[in-house]
């Protein structure tokens, strides 16, 4: 994908339309983040890289390449694989028959269509073949029928990449989010955003 800054992958995340197949409830991420959390924290004990329980080795790779696509590290915070979205999704994918059906699924037709476009699974492709593939399904404007299943698949992806990174410690510091913050004293909304708001305390 062409370069994209963060609050505008947000945007479109929040915006774009989601498959039921990969919807989980509030209550199923902050359960799959507190299992990920936990082998990943029992893994850096073993000095062991992280085992996925649900994905093939290969699925995973994809997964690794995909999500930091999605939101890369920049200035202001690290990547979805540092704040450990891979290791949350393997978690949301466990027990859960229907969504791993279409979560390996999605993957495999990523595949296919890598091997279509540049004759190698997509890991095995540049980072511009990459961008390029992604590019063609990143939106669901694209009125392309052939891709319309893959448009939907990545759709619910990013969908779920971003609920995994801006559910965590990281993706709430990089969002700013000041609530949940005791204030001693409150002296009402600035004046210049009352302004800007065309209203004022009577």
């Not at 495999?108 to 511009?128: P, T």
Request: charged share 20%; hydrophobic share 45%.
């Amino acid at each position: 994908m062409t370069q994209i800054s963060r609050r505008a992958a947000l945007r479109i995340v929040t915006g774009a339309p989601r498959a039921a197949a990969l919807v989980w409830t509030p209550a199923e991420a902050r359960q799959a983040h507190e299992h990920a959390q936990a082998a990943t924290q029992q893994a850096q004990k073993q000095a062991a890289p992280f085992k996925p329980k649900f994905f093939t080795a290969h699925e995973y790779a994809t997964v690794l390449v995909l999500v930091d696509l999605i939101i890369p590290r920049d200035e202001r915070s690290g990547s979805a694989t540092d704040a450990g979205v891979p290791q949350f999704m393997d978690f949301m994918m466990i027990d859960q028959p229907r969504r791993q059906v279409a979560m390996r699924g999605g993957l495999a037709m990523i595949d296919r269509l890598a091997l279509d476009r540049f004759g190698k699974r997509f890991v095995n492709g540049s980072d511009s073949q990459r961008r390029g593939l992604l590019d063609e399904i990143a939106y669901t404007s694209n009125p392309d029928r052939a891709l319309s299943q893959a448009i939907t698949f990545f759709s619910s992806f990013r969908d779920l990449t971003a609920s995994g990174f801006w559910t965590t410690k990281m993706g709430i510091a990089d969002l700013q989010y000041q609530g949940n913050v005791f204030l001693e004293e409150w002296n009402g909304c600035p004046d210049a955003a009352l302004k800007k708001l065309g209203v004022k305390y009577s």
